[in-house]
């Protein structure tokens, strides 16, 4: 039986301390004896999961700040530094980055619960305006945060959104060089962005202690949408809630820890991890999966003004609903036509999302503003009407009674099938949109270091470090690999005296001497590989006007749609190959002969594989060209593959020790969760 606290303390220090400031004796009566509706399903553990969300971004987000430098000509290196240098900073970047969407999926399935179940209406009219407030603040951090990395996407989303404000008559411009700093995104811009992104979360962190008071006050609601009457409809918060919950944030550790450890780019974007360039923008400008259903909204009404007003419109009108919807009953599963209508709403949510992903033109702006009048309609129209003519069905008694008889069944088909087309309409916004180009996508190849448990293989790496060293090195850096590197546990496997060695063949430039002098010195381990080029000027001027691009990333800095179905395939088979796969099959792609009717630029030369197929790097490759100590194959497909195997190490020196560790955490989080399950169950035996 739950009820109000009787907790008294018995140590003598608790019982002054009790005294003077009852903290004890709040939290036993919020977190232990407070009284919870009997029949709350597993939507409701959402709750106690954006909790846990919430504080691991925000312990996460102050150990990188530690580290992140807001500078323009620093930022995208001091992120690089983290994943790179600090201690476990590729997993704290990880969990931050991933756990950004992890966020947003929680709060859409708690958003959509509370829908489900009306749990905006009466009382609890002010924990739903609070839950809109923290929606708001995490798009705006989300929003904020994604800026920083300072690669392609976050500089050119950054433009783009911030922009929109400049739609507001007599005071839009002022407040876009506000958020500017001046007259164009740049280093204020960061700053004011580093800044807010650091202080929001708390404040998100206070709103959310006024949403949990609001809801101690209100009282939870339950799936039947009927309040306690007796103690029978009530069990105390702990052990039963806390258990409940316990398992169900386990569960969603195991999906969290799936892209943390196996697919951290699985739900990025391969621009951004190119530096920004307000020179270069983007083919496709599109924000993080979680906005797109609002930018989808934003496109599809021509006026500007028109379309930032419907875009926030969008969000705020949620802030309505208590007073939109009237009707009597709470819970949709009463109500057979608001359910019908409630899962109908998800769809067009979802295809709104799927649209804000394809480009403005043609049958995709026609059908997004059809689908943004049938959002506001359902808040505006459906809900309104069907509060007046709907006849919901006999609710229980008490939520006794709904323990008695509810099966679940339904309610667990209807979540898998809009899960089911979740999964399909958000797969459908990255299909392959070069096949309307006719670009012919590269083969897939079976690489050592793909699947949960791939190695780099250690021939390989050492092959294609000496492909790069004599072919690529005369163009192209690798700026972010320093030559103590290549002795680091997870690479080529050369010892420490091998990789002094490897350096002191290069000569770096260094100074100035006493005599205020540059000069140049033999490499050593400290340093980084040298760029074969004084500056960007001097390496465009010598490959024809085309600026050779840093190989350090260039695995993860490039990549191809995978289209529908394979997008979904590609998550449980942990699939991240496609920048590999790419630049084997540009260095393969050249052919001597372009097809009839293309017309080859003046200075480039014909790659099936490059996008629009003119590129200006003449064929690096060509048989016999390097020599192999090992005997392997003096091939171009074997240079290739050899030295897209050492770009991939350059990129993620740190990926064995990610997919080892990750292998750990899973083992023990699947323990874990088991014990819950049965810890569970056993609590839960007697109250069913």
Not at 265 to 278: C, Q, V
Not at 279 to 306: C, D, M, Q
Not at 649 to 655: D, G, I, L, Q
Request: net charge positive.
């Amino acid at each position: 039986m739950s009820g109000p606290s009787d907790y008294q303390p018995t140590n003598s220090a608790l019982k002054w301390i009790e005294r003077r400031l009852p903290i004890l004796g709040l939290m036993h009566s919020s977190f232990v004896a407070y009284p919870t509706p009997r029949n709350l399903n597993y939507w409701w553990t959402f709750g106690a999961i954006l909790s846990m969300m919430l504080g691991v971004q925000i312990i996460s987000g102050v150990v990188l700040a530690m580290h992140y430098t807001p500078n323009v000509d620093m930022a995208f290196k001091s992120v690089e530094s983290i994943v790179r240098d600090v201690n476990y900073g590729w997993l704290l970047r990880n969990m931050h980055a991933t756990g950004a969407s992890m966020f947003f999926v929680a709060v859409y399935v708690h958003m959509f619960r509370g829908l489900y179940y009306g749990s905006y209406k009466e009382p609890r009219e002010i924990l739903w305006i609070l839950g809109v407030i923290i929606y708001l603040l995490m798009m705006a951090t989300g929003f904020m945060g994604y800026v920083l990395p300072w690669g392609q996407m976050s500089f050119w989303g950054a433009t783009v959104i911030t922009n929109l404000f400049s739609a507001i008559p007599y005071v839009g411009d002022s407040i876009v060089t506000l958020l500017w700093g001046g007259y164009s995104v740049g280093n204020p811009t960061l700053n004011r962005f580093f800044s807010l992104h650091y202080l929001l979360p708390f404040v998100i962190a206070g709103v959310v202690v006024l949403h949990v008071w609001a809801l101690h006050v209100a009282g939870q609601n339950n799936p039947a949408g009927v309040e306690p009457k007796t103690a029978k409809d009530t069990v105390p918060f702990t052990p039963y809630a806390t258990m409940k919950d316990a398992f169900g944030v386990s569960c969603f550790m195991l999906f969290f820890a799936w892209f943390i450890f196996y697919m951290p780019n699985y739900l990025g974007e391969a621009d951004n991890y190119i530096p920004a360039n307000p020179g270069v923008t983007p083919p496709h400008i599109v924000p993080e999966w979680y906005y797109l259903p609002f930018y989808a909204i934003l496109r599809s009404i021509p006026n500007k003004l028109a379309g930032v007003v419907a875009m926030f419109g969008a969000i705020l009108i949620l802030a309505f609903l208590p007073w939109l919807d009237t009707a009597k009953t709470k819970s949709s599963k009463y109500r057979p036509l608001a359910k019908q209508f409630f899962w109908i709403f998800v769809i067009v949510c979802l295809l709104l999302g799927w649209l804000g992903a394809k480009p403005a033109e043609g049958i995709y702006v026609i059908a997004g503003r059809v689908l943004t009048f049938c959002y506001f309609a359902y808040f505006l129209i459906v809900l309104p009407l069907l509060s007046r003519i709907e006849k919901p069905r006999p609710v229980p008694n008490s939520i006794a009674d709904d323990v008695l008889a509810k099966s679940g069944k339904s309610a667990v088909v209807s979540s898998v099938i809009a899960l089911a087309v979740a999964g399909a309409l958000f797969a459908g916004s990255v299909q392959d949109a070069r096949a309307a180009e006719g670009q012919e996508t590269p083969p897939s190849l079976k690489w050592s270091f793909a699947g949960p448990v791939g190695k780099f293989d250690r021939g390989s790496l050492q092959r294609g470090l000496k492909v790069y060293k004599e072919v690529c090195s005369s163009c192209h850096g690798l700026s972010y690999i320093a030559f103590r590197n290549l002795a680091d546990a997870g690479g080529p496997g050369y010892s420490a005296a091998q990789a002094a060695a490897f350096a002191s063949e290069y000569k770096v430039k260094d100074g100035p001497n006493d005599q205020g002098d540059m000069f140049e010195r033999a490499g050593r381990p400290a340093d980084y590989f040298p760029s074969p080029f004084p500056n960007d000027n001097a390496a465009r001027a010598a490959n024809g006007g085309a600026l050779p691009p840093d190989l350090s990333l260039i695995t993860k800095a490039r990549s191809y749609p995978r289209g529908f179905p394979m997008f979904l395939v590609d998550f449980f088979t942990q699939f991240q190959e496609q920048g590999p796969d790419y630049v084997a099959g540009l260095l393969q792609g050249y052919e001597d002969n372009p097809p009839a009717g293309f017309a080859l630029p003046e200075g480039s030369y014909y790659n099936k594989y490059f996008p629009g197929h003119a590129i200006k790097m003449p064929k690096p490759l060509s048989d016999g060209q390097v020599t192999y100590d090992d005997g392997s194959p003096a091939t171009v497909a074997q240079y290739s593959k050899d030295v897209t195997t050492f770009l991939m190490w350059a990129a993620e020196p740190h990926m064995e020790a990610r997919k080892r560790l990750g292998l750990q955490v899973f083992v023990f989080l699947i323990l874990l969760t088991g014990l819950l399950y049965f810890t569970k169950k056993k609590i839960w035996a007697d109250a069913h």
